[in-house]
């Protein structure tokens, strides 16, 4: 506990008092999130029904409230506090713990508030601490919060309280400006107003919950328009507003397309973890059974991977003679893809290429265990050796299995060996087939972001290339430069062999056809992995790599999270925003400047596996959004401080008044606003029925040495 918070602590230990962070319905009033000492009742309530909490009385202190709740979805009312287990769908302005936050009676907050302020006589500016008290709104004038951030120079007090329920159109603004000027003995030209709102677009924040019921949350994230503007009245002025876009996402919701791509990487994740932990102690010290490659979200159901196996093959068998594969054997995206939307949908549906060990990758990274995945791989290639079908493999493929894929399917005298070898090798076959995964991904993650045309970008950033340091904006002109405007198709893959970091291992061939061709070294390091017979035969044994170079795949791990965080945030905003691809391509690369750079709040997948919540704010161009700026806001603010100190009264005045649809505050202090929230409650979508809460807070500090008893601050 702080020092400056401890004697408040030690005289009103029945209360709940620390040093935090501003809580949501602090932030609202003050715009900030800076420390602060907050005073509440925390309350407990055994019953296990959030609808039986009592009505607090006066001068009443209640325990923590025991949450143990129920999963079935509750009435939202303002007369009911949320079960700990319970995920809103609604949108509200106060958060979850909030929920917990029970108000002071006036007298008890004024005294608390007294207490405190006499101990800040001797502090300095600096070591202040503003102190908010919550209080409880049924007392006269309506009170919400006490604050109290004075020093050994000034007496600062402030108080929020509840104004009423109003529709727009009955708000006169001039007659809060014409307050203000009169209270503080100046013109209206010497106050400076400053106003901000915010939209609702679509979804809805849900904090701090468990990542289980973040991933089963209705929505998958929230998206919001934040306005600031100046001048004396609460139309947004549509052309020299500044316009803000804030949104956030959950990695890996269920309802999100791009999880196309993320159950590659977070099975990736879970191999390559794998892997490194086979090559520090060996691959009997992991339990290939209980392995996890595939992490199933509760309430989901896990897939019949055998039966998607012997689909494929079945498919492959049929399509090999007929089939005619696009350019690339990308499925994905087409001359008519227009939107991320399509390309997500597409991929979903049915993959994103024809590749034949991509799309065995799709299969296996849905394995629950280790033990799953490496069994049918075998049973896969076991197929193949058999010589019924004939699989496609991209030209731009690169990676071992596909050679030894199209080995096999051309018959092998030693097929047999090659299989149990890989049985009896348990890192080879996971690192063969998280190199596919490795490859298919960035593939992926290159072909989609070149609908933002920004593939050029993405490719520089597997590779470590000098240009993706360079910006964005930079990078685009090159392309432009060099197509004199027209079409350009750039194969990001073309130096992907020759980077620092590359992954693309070259193998002329896998079959050697002249045994003096190997020297003894090489043919020693064969036949100690079993891949090499004593005479060499025509029909050679395929040569898999005696071990896969993993120790790149961390740096490109860290990459494919920071670039999914990107293409979660453009899918939502493509769909929230209604915006087109020309619309997305500069909040692409805000986004890409913002997640991938030294800087990125995203440092590794498991990172995002553990907290899927991501959060961004950048400004956006008005045209853009200008459609959703004619609707109603959820909630404005208004800012009106003086423009010179020294004019009027002598003192530091500040009055913040918001407007919000939805309540402040959590339920146990707005309930008590009763019956006058009654009418207020009726909130309703249409035109000019709809009403917004009013509260006002009021700031004061003047520069005195003598102290003021807070009663007379109001």
């Avoid at 001068?59 to 999963?71: A, C, K, Y």
């Avoid at 207490?115 to 502090?123: E, G, H, M, P, S």
């Amino acid at each position: 506990m702080e020092n400056i918070l401890r004697p408040v602590l030690e005289s009103y230990p029945k209360f709940f008092i620390q040093k935090q962070k501003s809580p949501s319905y602090v932030q609202m009033y003050s715009k900030s999130n800076n420390d602060i000492g907050i005073v509440y009742v925390k309350n407990k309530q055994t019953s296990s029904n959030p609808t039986s909490i009592p009505q607090q009385k006066n001068n009443q202190v209640i325990d923590e409230l025991d949450l143990t709740g129920s999963p079935l979805k509750l009435d939202l009312s303002l007369h009911t506090i949320l079960d700990d287990t319970l995920i809103s769908d609604e949108p509200q302005l106060w958060t979850k713990e909030e929920a917990t936050h029970y108000p002071l009676n006036i007298e008890k907050a004024r005294e608390v508030a007294n207490f405190y302020n006499n101990n800040l006589t001797q502090v300095s500016k600096e070591e202040s601490l503003p102190m908010w008290i919550l209080t409880n709104p049924s007392e006269e004038g309506h009170p919400l919060l006490l604050m109290v951030h004075s020093d050994s120079l000034h007496f600062a007090r402030g108080i929020v309280t509840y104004q009423g329920a109003f529709s727009l159109e009955d708000v006169e603004f001039s007659k809060f400006i014409e307050e203000y000027a009169l209270q503080e003995k100046i013109s209206a030209d010497l106050i400076n107003i400053t106003l901000d709102c915010k939209f609702l677009l679509a979804g809805i924040s849900y904090g701090s919950h468990s990542t289980d019921e973040l991933l089963n949350a209705p929505h998958s994230g929230l998206t919001e328009l934040r306005c600031e503007w100046s001048g004396k009245s609460l139309q947004i002025p549509y052309i020299s507003c500044k316009v803000h876009f804030e949104q956030e996402v959950i990695i890996g919701h269920l309802a999100s397309p791009c999880n196309a791509i993320w159950k590659s990487v977070s099975a990736l994740h879970s191999m390559n973890q794998l892997l490194v932990d086979m090559t520090a102690a060996g691959h009997s010290s992991v339990n290939l059974e209980t392995a996890t490659i595939s992490n199933i979200i509760p309430g989901t159901k896990r897939p019949d991977n055998t039966k998607r196996l012997n689909n494929l093959l079945n498919e492959t068998e049929m399509y090999a003679y007929t089939a005619e594969f696009p350019p690339g054997g990308c499925t994905c995206i087409g001359e008519d893809t227009t939107s991320l939307k399509q390309c997500m949908a597409a991929m979903q549906a049915r993959g994103s290429s024809n590749d034949f060990t991509y799309r065995l990758w799709d299969v296996l990274r849905d394995c629950a265990t280790a033990e799953e995945l490496i069994t049918l791989l075998i049973q896969a290639l076991k197929f193949i050796s058999s010589g019924k079908i004939r699989p496609f493999i991209d030209a731009n493929n690169k990676t071992y299995l596909s050679k030894l894929v199209l080995k096999l399917s051309r018959g092998h005298s030693q097929a047999s060996k090659v299989l149990k070898n890989l049985r009896t090798s348990p890192p080879q076959a996971l690192s063969l087939v998280a190199q596919v995964g490795v490859e298919k991904t960035m593939w992926e993650y290159t072909r989609v972001m070149s609908l933002l045309e920004h593939s050029y970008y993405i490719a520089g950033i597997w590779t470590s290339e000098s240009r993706s340091h360079e910006s964005i904006e930079q990078i685009n002109q090159t392309i432009q430069d060099m197509t004199m405007g027209g079409d350009f198709t750039l194969n990001p893959f073309d130096t992907l062999s020759h980077g620092e970091h590359s992954i693309r291992l070259d193998c002329e061939s896998f079959c050697v056809e002249e045994s003096s061709e190997l020297t003894v070294d090489d043919f020693a390091s064969l036949k100690k992995h079993g891949l090499a017979p004593e005479k060499k035969d025509n029909n050679e044994v395929p040569l898999i790599a005696d071990e896969i170079d993993i120790s790149p795949w961390k740096n490109l791990l860290m990459k494919f999270a920071q670039v999914h965080a990107c293409l979660e945030h453009l899918y939502r905003a493509e769909t929230c925003l209604r915006a087109d691809i020309a619309g997305l391509k500069p909040i692409a690369s805000r986004l890409l400047e913002h997640y991938v750079s030294e800087k990125s709040p995203v440092r590794s997948i498991g990172q995002l596996m553990s907290d899927p919540l991501q959060r961004i704010s950048m400004p956006v161009a008005n045209n853009l959004v200008q459609d959703h700026l004619k609707k109603n806001a959820f909630w404005y603010r208004a800012e009106m401080s003086k423009k010179e100190m020294n004019a009027g009264v002598k003192r530091d005045c500040k009055v913040v008044y918001v407007f919000s649809q939805q309540p402040v505050f959590p339920p146990p202090v707005w309930q008590n606003l009763e019956p006058s929230v009654e009418d207020a409650a009726e909130v309703t979508t249409v035109g000019e029925d709809l009403k917004y809460h009013v509260t006002k807070y009021t700031f004061l500090s003047n520069e005195v040495v003598s102290k003021i008893n807070l009663k007379c601050t109001s």
